[in-house]
């Protein structure tokens, strides 16, 4: 009888382990589940602020060249009779330089980093140590 006993008592932590196992596994698959509804629901917000800002970039564009031409147009007509040239080279300088402001501008802003994911990142680090500890 005692060696029915032992089968029996040796089955028991068996399947604990496996339960074990089972529990671990389902609490891994949720935990991955929310990391990846957080990095899609960053995705989506980074989407609709980029479509924002280039729906805006795009009207401020339009409306500051129309001003521009019309700016441009104005000094050129004002100066016509006595200094048409020296106008359109003031006119042209200026642009130039603002562009070059501009270029300046863009190229600091494209070379800094956004913290994309930051939120993801966070929460995997806070993972980390936690199955570190």
């Not at 949720?30 to 602020?49: D, K, P, Q, S, W």
């Not at 130039?96 to 956004?114: C, D, F, I, V």
């Amino acid at each position: 009888m005692e060696a029915g006993q032992l089968g029996a008592g040796a089955a028991a932590p068996r399947l604990g382990v496996l339960a074990s196992a089972k529990t671990f596994l389902s609490t891994l698959v949720a935990i991955v589940g929310t990391r990846l509804e957080i990095l899609a629901t960053e995705l989506e917000e980074e989407r609709l602020r980029l479509g924002s800002i280039v729906a805006w970039a795009a009207c401020t564009l339009l409306f500051a060249a129309l001003a521009l031409i019309f700016l441009s147009l104005l000094v050129v007509v004002v100066f016509w009779d006595d200094h048409r040239v020296a106008a359109l080279v003031c006119v042209s300088l200026a642009y130039l330089l603002l562009g070059g402001l501009s270029a300046n501008q863009l190229y600091k802003r494209l070379m800094r980093r956004s913290p994309l994911f930051a939120a993801t990142l966070d929460e995997l680090r806070k993972d980390q140590v936690g199955l570190q500890s």
